[in-house]
């Protein structure tokens, strides 16, 4: 088992550019969740998914969009970027609400 | 709304003392609760959690955490530290269905 992969793991980005975050689990859980860490602020989440074609907003979602076409990945797209977006991204999964969520490495992305 | 309060930024300790984590959390039910830890650069990784029955969980590296409900609290202690528990700690509350609400983090400094 890999777990939770994200790529890639560090990315530099000019502001207005798009791109894409990917995260794969191979446990198959059926939740899965984007968070965005920024310093004093703890994890916050983006969007999160209950399975496969179901996905809805965290707590910051704006500029933020997901799909989850497979129960196995959930990329995360950023179609502006902007300086906000400055942050370490993590990516998680759990088989069921009250389970164990693990956590990918993260992605650290700067928006100059 | 939901939330979790981890008042102490950072804490230094003495290798060996023993440690204690705050954590209180405002949410109406009984939630599940959860501490994690993310050394630098790295992802997070789960240390104890609690669903329900006994209020003192025992956890990895040592770590037990008790559930006080008058206090709406979820203390993270252990006897001992060493200085590999140097590290960021994370309370967290599950508040239904997917919804993981983070605190913003204490960080553990231990001196020699």
């Known amino acids: 088992n890999a777990g939770v992969t994200q790529t890639p793991k560090f990315q530099v980005l000019k502001t207005g550019q798009s791109m894409t975050l990917q995260c794969a689990q191979d446990m198959n859980h059926e939740y899965m969740s984007w968070y965005r860490q920024d310093p004093g602020m703890g994890l916050r989440l983006i969007h999160y998914s209950v399975g496969a074609g179901i996905t809805d907003q965290g707590e910051v979602p704006n500029g933020y969009n997901v799909s989850r076409s497979t129960t196995e990945d959930f990329p995360l797209r950023l179609l502006s970027a902007a300086p906000s977006q400055t942050s370490v991204y993590f990516c998680a999964s759990r088989l069921r609400p009250s389970d164990t969520q693990y956590f990918g490495p993260g992605t650290r992305l700067t928006v100059l | 709304a939901q939330s979790v309060t981890q008042p102490d930024i950072h804490i230094t300790v003495s290798e060996g003392a023993s440690l204690e984590l705050r954590c209180n959390y405002s949410?109406?039910?009984?939630?599940?609760l959860f501490w994690y830890v993310q050394s630098p650069g790295q992802g997070l990784q789960l240390l104890l959690k609690?669903?329900?029955?006994?209020?003192l969980v025992q956890g990895i590296k040592g770590f037990e955490a008790e559930f006080k409900r008058s206090q709406s609290s979820f203390n993270l202690r252990k006897p001992s530290v060493h200085w590999s528990d140097a590290a960021e700690y994370f309370c967290?509350?599950?508040?239904?269905?997917?919804?993981?609400?983070f605190g913003t983090g204490t960080r553990l400094l231990v001196s020699p």
């Open positions: 609690y669903f329900s029955g006994d209020t």
């Open positions: 949410y109406g039910a009984t939630p599940y």
């Open positions: 967290a509350v599950n508040t239904g269905f997917q919804k993981l609400v």
